[in-house]
């Protein structure tokens, strides 16, 4: 009833190529990250700006990325794209794709950490003379982004695994890319993909684990 | 000069400043008390337009405040304020938390932000807790903390908002003792407040605020010793 022979060695000597795949897929993520972090504070300051077109741009954008499915926004970062005439590469379409996701779900972090800062906060700013836009930088967001910060982390393990929908847009150089080639030629889906699971795993908790030992040392208050 | 001309202002149905006409000069200290609700640090928020009016006018050194031309940004480094909740910037220290604007809204230099905060909290007594954060401190040490970083913009006027209410009884006497302090050096102040002890030392005239009208305006021997309007006798017969 259970006649698969393990061949692990295959797998274990595709590791070197593994790794670097999973290099592109932390690279992908970090990335992603960074652009996701900004245009989420952009989406921020749009939607504290009082505009209701800024503000409708900002929820909408929120509202897709967080009721779609990753896989379709990729999707349309690759394919959907292409049909009005921008060919963006997989390794591009995929950046897009994901950050677009973390933008949506960064922005909605931000606003539930922007509900736990008092107006107060502003209101005292604003009586020393700042702008609206200087109470925001200096007082309000380094706040909004400790508060944000742990949040944050959960989304940027969600990224390095939202990098494995990849392959649906052709990706080969990631890691899944790497595994799903590997796996091609060589049939040994088990022995593949677990071994690439584990590196997954090692990557989502390194990362987590960094994360958690950088706020102690940023956040000193 | 604080001009405050026939000054009208409504939060939906309920008209909390009812024609409040008010005028402050250099270097003088008025102290506003009454009853909650009685519109006393509304009027403080529409002095340094934090809050619109809806009628007369506040004109500061001749700028009309509400006037659409006035760059309130620019009129409020003139005007300290101080609040009933500390509002400390809980990411700063307490150095930073004084060095913030001078730095980013008048355009110091930080080392003459550092020298200037080092001098004002000293003043204030914190001079040993400069690196400390706030969450560190008692609450009568953030507010002195409140007082010096708004003295850090040197500012021609003080306005404090009920300074005491949100402390514990113990640490009002050091918050107290520093505006007394402030107000032998000159400053021109306005201090909403319940510490009647505290309105008759330090003011130069005690005005009482009741529903939304300044019943009674006077130096503080004559608005505590022979008060005239009925509302604050019954005021000040329930304070004793």
């Known amino acids: 009833m259970f006649s698969y022979n393990f061949h692990w060695n295959q797998a274990f000597k595709a590791l070197p190529q593994m790794l670097e795949g999973a290099l592109v897929t932390l690279q992908i993520a970090l990335l992603s990250m960074a652009i996701g972090l900004a245009v989420a504070l952009a989406l921020t300051l749009f939607r504290l700006s009082g505009n209701r077109i800024l ?39 995929l950046l897009v794709g994901i950050a677009f996701n973390n933008a949506g779900y960064l922005a909605e972090n931000f606003r539930g950490a922007l509900k736990a800062i008092p107006d107060t906060q502003t209101r005292a700013g604003r009586s020393l003379g700042m702008t609206p836009l200087q109470a925001f930088r200096y007082i309000v967001m380094p706040q909004m982004l400790r508060i944000a910060f742990l949040p944050a982390t959960n989304q940027m393990v969600w990224a390095i695994l939202m990098t494995s929908l990849g392959v649906t847009v052709g990706m080969n150089t990631d890691l899944a890319g790497v595994t799903q080639a590997l796996n091609a ?11 690439a699971a584990v590196i997954y795993y090692v990557i989502a908790k390194a990362v987590t684990l960094a994360a958690r030992l950088a706020a102690t040392r940023m956040f000193r208050y | 000069m604080i001009e405050i001309e026939n000054v009208r202002k409504s939060f939906g149905s309920l008209e909390v400043l009812k024609g409040i006409n008010l005028t402050v000069q250099k270097g003088e200290v008025l102290t506003i008390i009454g009853g909650s609700g009685s519109g006393k640090s509304t009027l403080l928020t529409c002095i340094n337009g934090l809050e619109t009016i809806d009628g007369g006018r ?33 990411h700063l220290t307490v ?38 954060y706030p969450n560190r401190m008692s609450g009568g040490q953030q507010q002195r903390m409140a007082i010096a970083r708004a003295l850090a913009m040197s500012p021609a006027y003080m306005l404090f908002d009920e300074v005491t209410s949100a402390l514990d ?23 909403v407040t319940h510490e009647m002890k505290f309105a008759r030392e330090v003011s130069d005239r005690v005005a009482f605020f009741h529903k ?29």
């Open chain 1, 185 to 195: 030629v060589s049939f040994r889906t088990f022995e593949f993909f677990a071994l």
């Open chain 2, 169 to 191: 009884p113990q640490l009002v006497g050091e918050v107290l003792d520093t505006l007394r302090m402030l107000a032998s050096e000159g400053m021109t102040m306005i201090c």
């Open chain 2, 95 to 132: 150095l930073e938390n004084v060095m913030l604007a001078p730095v980013k809204v008048l355009g110091q230099s930080k080392a003459e932000a550092e020298a200037m905060a080092v001098k004002q909290l000293t003043h204030v007594g914190l001079g040993d807790k400069l690196k400390v």
């Open chain 1, 55 to 93: 503000n409708g741009f900002a929820t909408a954008w929120v509202e897709v990325a967080r009721n779609t499915p990753a896989l379709f926004q990729i999707y349309m970062a690759h394919f959907g794209l292409g049909n009005f005439g921008i060919h963006l590469s997989p390794y591009t379409a």
């Open chain 2, 212 to 240: 939304g009208v300044m019943a009674e305006i006077a130096p503080p021997e004559q608005l505590f010793g022979a008060p005239k309007d009925a509302d604050l006798q019954t005021f000040l017969a329930a304070t004793h």
């Open chain 2, 58 to 90: 506040i004109v500061v050194d001749g700028t009309d405040v509400h006037a659409k031309a006035t760059d309130l940004n620019k009129l409020r480094r003139k005007l300290g304020i101080v609040f009933q909740q500390f509002n400390a910037f809980p």
